[in-house]
């Protein structure tokens, strides 16, 4: 796709990347498996990723979305800061929760 010219080349889109995260999560195939199906499926794609291209880029994502997070918690403090015990509660048992969800998966 970049043969003969000149700059940066071709970088795939966050939003690409995110929706191969979520395929990833949701059906759970190796790196391998998620460039088979990219190139199964996606013809119409300008270049394809390889799986190493995909593993990294997923970290990355997963990284700066993890990031992304912290900030909002930081700078939400004093919000939860203003939790009653009981809303506290509930929110300790959604999170345990979500994290049965993943180890059963």
């Known amino acids: ?11 795939f889109p ?3 990347i995110l ?3 979520y395929i990833r999560y ?4 190796s790196y391998r498996q998620t460039e088979e199906i990219l190139n199964v499926s996606g013809k119409s794609l300008p270049a394809k990723p390889s799986y190493g291209h995909i593993c990294k880029r997923i970290k990355q994502t997963q990284d700066s979305l993890l990031n992304e997070t912290k900030s909002i918690i930081k700078n ?7 939790l009653t015990d009981e ?3 509930l929110l300790i048992t959604m999170i345990r929760s979500l ?5 059963h998966n």
């Open 19 to 21: 929706v191969i995260c």
């Open 26 to 29: 949701l059906f759970r195939p």
């Open 1 to 11: 796709m970049n043969k003969n010219r000149k700059g940066k080349p071709f970088v």
């Open 99 to 103: 994290n049965n969800k993943k180890s």
């Open 14 to 16: 966050d939003s690409f």
């Open 76 to 82: 939400r403090i004093d919000e939860f800061e203003k």
């Open 87 to 89: 809303e506290v509660d």
